[in-house]
């Protein structure tokens, strides 16, 4: 394609754009909002994954031992956990290594005053259990409970914890869900609003189409400027898209960071920043093409 023939088709495409008004407005409007919300999905994904892992290295299950349990002993119910293929990690911490963690967490406040006050180690020494996956504590737990045990465990600690992550993610991929439902739902919309918007301009323009037609104009020729209107309308909505999203990104850090457990949202968003770029301007350029293509092969098969 010519130089001169390619500038034509591209003023022409912005012509259309611009002669639209407020359809045209429509259409960005609509695109924005489905590029926004694939942008939010795919930030959402990131702060639920990194939710995840912190849960799943705060979730265990805690075995304490009784007063003069011997190392021995523990080591036997320790060795049958590490031989389980559901368990990621056992820590075993004895008392005097519980006290001065006690000691390290509260050296400040009333409770370490407590502590020296009554002049002994009131804690036990325990075990600390972490699954592979939260479905598996429930194995865990019937093992630490078993009879064997029964003489030398004081108590476990285990709350149904693994619900606590299966909830969680049960909670996220329902709401993955309807976020792929309402990105579908939008891109419909945004591709509906398109195909109408740049209907209406072929129509207005039926006439140079006819003469163009009679002049042995080729349909690529013809197709150009409405398949340029589409990009427009893509290119456009996702730029926009890009510097709303880093801008709200950028403000909301602080507030995602708490909700979160300490997800730093603008390093998540930098560390991404290509695959975002891509994922919004693709499914931007993308909505505004296929909508043009389809008006236009709707018009000419006329």
């Known amino acids: 394609m010519k130089k001169n023939t390619f500038k034509k ?63 021995d002993d523990i080591a036997k119910m320790e060795d049958q956990l590490k031989a389980m293929a559901e368990v990621k990690k056992v820590e075993y911490a004895s008392a005097d290594d519980a006290y001065k963690k006690f000691v390290d967490d509260h050296k400040d406040d009333s409770y370490y005053e407590a502590l020296l006050a009554i002049e002994i180690n009131p804690f036990l020494a325990s075990l600390r259990i972490q699954a592979k ?45 309807f976020g792929f439902i309402l990105i579908a739902f939008l891109s419909v919309i945004a591709v509906l609003i398109t ?62 960071s708490g909700l979160f457990m300490g997800f730093n949202l603008f390093s998540f968003y930098q560390a991404n920043l290509w695959q975002l770029i891509a994922l919004q301007f693709g499914s931007g350029i993308a909505l505004g093409s296929i909508s043009s293509v389809l008006a236009v092969r709707a018009y000419l098969k006329k």
């Not at 489905?34 to 290295?57: K, P, T, W």
């Not at 926009?240 to 950028?250: E, G, I, Q, S």
């Open 9 to 71: 088709i591209f003023k022409g495409g912005w012509d259309n754009f611009k002669r639209q008004g407020i359809l045209s407005f429509a259409t960005l409007f609509v695109i924005f909002i489905a590029v926004f919300l694939a942008s939010s999905l795919y930030m959402f994904a990131g702060a639920i994954y990194f939710l995840n892992d912190r849960l799943q290295e705060r979730i265990d299950v805690s075995v304490f031992f009784k007063e003069n349990t011997s190392r």
């Open 133 to 177: 996956d939260p479905v598996d504590y429930g194995k865990i737990s019937e093992l630490v409970k078993k009879e064997e045990f029964g003489s030398i465990v004081y108590k476990v600690n285990d709350y149904k914890r693994g619900e606590i992550i299966q909830k969680l993610s049960d909670l996220t991929a329902n709401i993955r869900n």
């Open 195 to 256: 195909f109408n918007t740049i209907k209406l301009t072929i129509f207005s323009q039926k006439e140079e189409i006819g003469i163009m037609r009679l002049v042995g104009a080729k349909n690529n020729f013809i197709q150009g400027p409405y398949f340029v209107q589409g990009l427009l309308c893509g290119f456009i909505s996702s730029a926009t898209a890009l510097v709303v999203f880093t801008l709200l990104v950028y403000c909301l850090q602080g507030a995602i």
